[in-house]
Structures are given as C-alpha cells and as structure tokens.
C-alpha cells in the first residue's frame, strides 16, 4: 500500500532542498546546459513547474496535458526566464498541487497519466517525488545521486525493477545492492540470468539512465541494454 500522506510530507521536503539549492543560483546558470540532451537548467524548472500543474489536474480527472504540443511548449517558454520568475512559479506550482492533494478524496481510485497510462491515485505523490529528486540531480548543481534519500533510492529501484519486469527484451536480471537488497527484473529466460551488483546510487543510476552502469560489477553476460524510459 501506498502512504500518500508520508510520500506528500516526503515532496515538500524534496522541493524546499531544490528551491534552497535554485536560491543560489544567478540568471546565467540558470541558461546554461543541464545533464539532460538539449536542456538547459531552466528547461528543467520549468518542466517541474508545468508537472506540478499537470499533476494538479490528473488528482482533479482533467487531462494531465491538453497535448504533447502544449506541454512541450509550455517548457520551452518557460526555459528562459530569470531566476527569481523560475524559484516563483516552482514554489506556487508546489503549493498548488498540495492543497489539491489535501482535499478530501479517495485514493484508491484510478487517475489517468500522460499518453494513457494509469495508476492508482495514492501513487501520484511519490510519482511527483520522483520528479523532484531525479531533477535537481538533472541540474548539475552539486546534488547527486548519492545525496538522494535512502528510502527514496531504494523505492525508485524497486518501481523501475518492476517497471522492465516482464519485457522479453531484457534478459532475466538480478540486481543487489551493497546492502544485500535484491530485486528481479527483465523477462528472458530465467536460464540466462545475470547479475548486476554495486551501491545503491549506481544501480539506480544505470536503471534511469542517469549512468552508464560502469561502476556495476556483472556476471552472466554484458550489462543488459534497457529500453528509455
């Protein structure tokens, strides 16, 4: 079962982090290249702020995006604004969205995402958490990896171990970290299974594309190619 209440105390910490950390910087960082292709930092911000909105409406039953088109370039407007316009709009756009998720609703229901997936309403949190931590990493301003929280490193690992569980494509893979936490993912035969071992970070890393997995130590045949997220 999902906690959304936990998972929503867990956001708002992760955005006063990220805002701290946006505080810091000046109007030309913020227009300088992040770690994501052909994005800039201030790509970055404004896609979190544009999400929070879009997760606003999914928790209302509106469409998360009126279309691919809009929400594409919603960013690209947004990309080149100052700093102090960047840290506003993260900051209402993150308190919009938890006065909506402190309404009264049911969290068992089922909420439609972008591009016709589903899920259930009590994971939208941590989805948005997702987001706000996989970010500020994007940003290249000394948050990394490593600095996520435990907690949030191990479920993220366990929601995209699940994620490719079952895809032919994958080989059968084991994954273990240093602390000797498991999780199975892929769906080829279970006959040639291969293992994949190294520190939570990486193993996290490798699994959003965040790294290349070098760090890993693999055993059962090469590094499994994973499909973009």
Not at 63 to 79: H, K, L, Q, V
Request: with cysteine.
């Amino acid at each position: 079962m999902m906690d959304h209440a936990h998972d929503l105390g867990a956001v708002r910490e992760a955005t006063e982090r990220l805002l701290d950390a946006v505080g810091k910087l000046d109007d030309a960082a913020v227009t300088e290249p992040s770690r994501l292709p052909g994005w800039s930092r201030g790509h970055v911000l404004a896609h979190l702020s544009r999400n929070a909105d879009a997760l606003g409406n999914v928790l209302r039953g509106l469409p998360m995006y009126a279309s691919s088109e809009t929400r594409d370039a919603d960013i690209a407007d947004g990309a080149p604004r100052p700093v102090a316009e960047q840290l506003a709009d993260l900051r209402e756009t993150a308190d919009a969205l938890q006065a909506v998720s402190a309404e009264p609703a049911d969290w068992s229901r089922t909420v439609t995402l972008r591009n016709g997936v589903t899920d259930s309403a009590s994971r939208v949190p941590f989805r948005r958490w997702v987001e706000v931590e996989l970010h500020h990493v994007d940003l290249g301003i000394g948050y990394e990896l490593e600095d996520l929280p435990a907690e949030f490193t191990e479920r993220e690992i366990a929601f995209l171990a699940d994620r490719f569980l079952g895809n032919e494509s994958v080989p059968a893979t084991g994954l273990t970290d240093l602390d000797g936490r498991t999780w199975s993912t892929g769906g080829g035969p279970p006959s040639d299974l291969v293992t994949v071992q190294g520190p939570a970070a990486e193993l996290l890393g490798w699994l959003c594309g965040r790294r290349d997995g070098s760090a890993l130590t693999v055993a059962g045949g090469p590094l499994p190619m994973l499909p973009p997220l």
